[in-house]
């Protein structure tokens, strides 16, 4: 454990001060560290094409990869994506599973000792914290953790189910969310007895805090290290064993510019670095149809969304209707083309509005958007 934790445990159940602790390194020499930032965020599913690579035929080999996410429905959705990128006489093989606790128990112990098994179908697995924390199985070769953990200690444990073997290297790639490079951490404050602490500590006062405002000043500032990982974690964990900095595997980590170190060493496929695009013709923007602006904005305001959802909201006394939707708002979804509202995310889009925003009004406002614009494609 941590040793900040390690001192509080001495503190609130008063051992002596004499008191013997052993401790060991917490190194893993066999594990090479890495840190990408992903293109576009995570909902990009091209970020992780490097897993699959385009000429992939028999007798090819896939290696054994653990996919660690934070969200359920991501675990799916890139499971299906990896699974739509093999050749056809693949897809019923299932060799990209995700994996999480809404599974059935039939499932989830079919497609983990499947995952778990030299010879089993499972090569990919799409998983949630559940398998960071308690997956022991000697064959993976790669953890990838899909955006950065809020806490320290949480991605060394996840990045720890790579290298359980200790005869075979593992690598560590966690791929980071583009504004953990943007946040602000001069007015951060640290804390000793909780380096990880929030970075956004009154995020926390909210219902549903984001994970920008739940991530921890050490997780932050250890994700954009760029000298060695390795170091920093010896640091972070106060490991000053003759061992701490050892490695037995190809590279330490990405943080030596001069070791030949280079993620795509790391992979089958290349790394996804952004689309490529021809200039194209400046093209006129659509809009929603003139005499379809107006009574959608009333349809909003002055029937009963807006209305019904500021009532219902906890804040209603302190905040106006206009908190949820505001003027410049409801003419930017009056005028917007039909057809660029195609989902909760593209209102959220948009708007330019937060995680918050979407997980609180965004499924319900696409829903009366997308049944007035179908009731106006009939007429």
Not at 245 to 257: M, S
Not at 269 to 283: D, H, L, M, Q, S
Request: proline share 7%; charged share 25%; glycine share 6%.
């Amino acid at each position: 454990i941590p040793s900040y934790i390690h001192r509080v445990v001495h503190q609130k159940l008063a051992f002596a001060s004499n008191a013997t602790s052993i401790r060991v390194s917490i190194n893993r020499p066999n594990i090479i560290y890495a840190t990408h930032v992903l293109i576009d965020g995570r909902y990009n599913l091209r970020n992780l094409d490097c897993i699959i690579p385009p000429s992939f035929h028999p007798p090819m080999r896939l290696p054994n990869l653990l996919i660690l996410h934070g969200d359920k429905a991501e675990t799916s959705t890139f499971a299906e994506y990896n699974n739509s990128r093999l050749p056809p006489a693949f897809h019923s093989l299932r060799i990209c599973r995700h994996y999480h606790s809404d599974m059935s128990p039939e499932y989830l112990e079919e497609t983990y000792n499947s995952f778990a098994d030299p010879d089993g179908d499972v090569l990919i697995l799409h998983a949630t914290s559940g398998c960071g924390e308690g997956a022991d199985i000697k064959g993976i070769e790669g953890v990838v953790i899909y955006g950065l953990t809020e806490k320290v200690p949480m991605r060394f444990q996840w990045e720890g189910r790579g290298g359980r073997s200790t005869n075979n290297d593992a690598f560590a790639v966690t791929m980071l969310e583009p504004w953990v490079n943007e946040m602000d951490l001069t007015t951060a404050v640290y804390d000793p007895d909780d380096p990880d602490r929030p970075v956004l500590p009154d995020g926390l006062k909210k219902k549903t805090p984001t994970k920008k405002e739940r991530v921890g000043m050490a997780s932050v500032q250890l994700a954009r290290c760029e000298t060695c990982k390795r170091e920093a974690y010896a640091k972070f964990f106060e490991d000053d064993s003759p061992e701490a900095l050892e490695f037995t595997c190809r590279w330490c980590c990405d943080g030596h510019p001069d070791n030949g170190f280079s993620l795509a060493k790391l992979f089958l496929g290349p790394i996804y670095t952004g689309e490529v695009r021809e200039p194209a013709k400046r093209k006129r923007n659509k809009y929603r149809d003139v005499k379809d602006r107006d009574p959608l904005v009333d349809l909003l305001t002055t029937t009963t969304w807006l209305l019904n959802t500021h009532s219902s909201h906890e804040l209603r006394f302190v905040r106006p209707p206009s908190f949820i939707l505001d003027a410049p708002a409801l003419k930017t979804l009056s005028m917007a083309d039909p057809a660029l509202i195609s989902s909760p995310k593209s209102i959220v889009s948009l708007l330019k509005q937060s995680e918050e925003w979407e997980g609180m009004w965004a499924q319900s406002l696409f829903d009366i958007i997308s049944e007035y614009d179908r009731r106006h494609a009939r007429e």
